[in-house]
T-cell receptor, first 116, second 109 residues
């Protein structure tokens, strides 16, 4: 596809379960970002991948959160032992990778996570 | 640290002009971006300012003053479809963007 895709679009889980969220960036984009957006709030940066460099994990809220990017393309965000406060929309974005401050970021439609 | 401030909500009527301000504090600065997000949708890029001054793109313009750590988004000839949240974002010395909390614009007929 032409844009960033994310799956699933909606995920309902029980507290304590693990979840995996997937992001397929735009082909050729070397930079990939994960954000979290709670209802009516701004975008909270979680993690950033750029090419083969070590990811910037400075935004991950706890060690229950982790992310991988395989082959420089698809990324998976994993949340272990989910808590109710993890409920939010998780957005993925990709950019060509010339540098975040000059790159336009293209966002996916997001995954709405609800933890019961 | 890095922080951005923008008003939480702005209202206007169709055809009017509205300005959404953004002030920022960053350890470094590499540009101010604006994104639009409709309810239930994904953020989409609107504009980017690296240098002082006004950038115009159709009905939307964006302004930056680096000496004042301040910028704004100007929306002219407002239309109902402009009702959305608008986020300013800065790149500040690291390869990621820091987003503001967003301004919700409501356009009334």
């Amino acid at each position: 596809g032409a844009g960033v895709s994310q799956s699933p679009s909606n995920k309902v889980t029980e507290k304590g379960k693990d979840v995996e969220l997937r992001c397929d960036p735009i082909s050729g984009h070397t930079a990939l970002y994960w954000y979290r957006q709670s209802l009516g709030q701004g975008l909270e940066f979680l993690i950033y991948f750029q090419g083969n460099s070590a990811p910037d994990k400075s935004g991950l809220p706890s060690d229950r959160f982790s992310a991988e990017r395989t082959g420089g393309s698809v990324s998976t965000l994993t949340i272990q032992r989910t808590q109710q406060e993890d409920s939010a929309v998780y957005l993925c974005a990709s950019s060509p990778g010339r540098g975040a401050f000059t790159d336009t970021q293209y966002f996916g439609p997001g995954t709405r996570l609800t933890v019961l | 640290g890095q922080s951005l401030e923008q008003p939480s909500e702005v209202t206007a009527v169709e055809g009017a002009i509205v300005q959404i301000n953004c002030t920022y504090q960053t350890s470094g600065f590499y540009g101010l971006s604006w994104y639009q997000q409709h309810d239930g949708g994904a953020p989409t890029f609107l504009s980017y300012n690296a240098l002082d001054g006004l950038e115009e793109t159709g009905r939307f313009s964006s302004f930056l003053s680096r000496s004042d750590s301040y910028g704004y988004l100007l929306l002219q000839e407002l239309q109902m479809k402009d009702s959305a949240s608008y986020f300013c974002a800065v790149g500040g010395g690291t390869d990621k963007l820091i987003f503001g909390t967003g301004t919700r614009l409501q356009v009334f007929p």
